[in-house]
């Protein structure tokens, strides 16, 4: 069962890191609302905490300036 959690997780992740990469500017700087990649990608809003932790962990993604929201990214 873990395993399957694991794929999951990084199918997710390696979707929403997709999506950003896609919008980003020519340096790789996204602009906007990471809860925006959640909604079009269809993942629910509950994964949010979990795919962008590990982003971050994983040093995909750093946050240069945080918007609202409980959890910063």
Not at 26 to 54: C, M
């Amino acid at each position: 069962m873990a395993e399957i959690f694991k794929d999951a997780l990084f199918r997710q992740c390696e979707a929403v890191y997709d999506w950003m990469e896609n919008i980003a500017d020519k340096d790789g700087l996204f602009l906007g609302r990471t809860t925006q990649s959640l909604a079009e990608l269809g993942i629910a809003n509950s994964r949010y905490g979990a795919i962008f932790k590990t982003l971050r962990g994983l040093g995909c993604v750093t946050q240069i300036k945080r918007g609202g929201g409980r959890e910063a990214i």
